[in-house]
């Protein structure tokens, strides 16, 4: 059915962006080069995926917020679950950065994980609307350090 389609392949998005994030945080690398390979693993992952993959997930996304039945609710909880894990991602890097002296501690890890993911987000719906002009593992290769070094202490 087209629910089982839209659920396996939420799944099937939602784990391998997974495995690249448990890949990278148990790593013994710095937090600062953690968070730039967390941003690099999504250029990496839009390269390794057909574009379709995308404009579906963006179908999936809009249809499960404009439908309220029962199965369409478990796809929203499905992507609000992703959707916290994915902040918490971020989160955990910050707070190990704030802990070891590389990234300012007036910072709110929660809020900045918050606004890492709307970008991320706000640049691939940039790229799914706009392909041949805006190129989206350049914006965030671009975005990356404008993020890191707004983070980072006097003594980085």
Same mark, same amino acid.
């Given at each position: 059915t087209k629910?089982?389609?839209?659920?396996?392949?939420l799944q099937y998005f939602f784990r391998i962006l997974e495995i690249n994030f448990e890949e990278i945080l148990l790593t013994d690398a710095t937090p600062i080069d953690k968070l730039s390979h967390? %941003?690099?693993s999504f250029s990496q992952f839009?390269?390794?995926h057909p574009t379709e993959l995308f404009e579906l997930m963006f179908d999936f996304w809009a249809e499960s917020i404009k439908n309220k039945d029962a199965f369409k609710n478990k796809i929203l909880i499905q992507m609000k679950k992703f959707y916290h894990g994915y902040r918490m991602v971020f989160a955990d890097v910050l707070v190990e950065g704030?802990?070891?002296?590389? %990234?300012r501690k007036d910072i709110n890890p929660y809020s900045t994980a918050s606004i890492m993911v709307g970008a991320i987000d706000g640049l691939i719906v940039q790229w799914v609307l706009d392909k041949k002009s805006f190129k989206y593992q350049d914006m965030v290769r671009s975005m990356?350090?404008?993020f890191i070094q707004?983070?980072?202490?006097?003594k980085q």
């Open positions: 629910e089982e389609i839209i659920h396996y392949t967390i %941003f690099e839009l390269e390794s704030m802990n070891d002296g590389s %990234f990356s350090p404008v707004g983070l980072l202490t006097e």
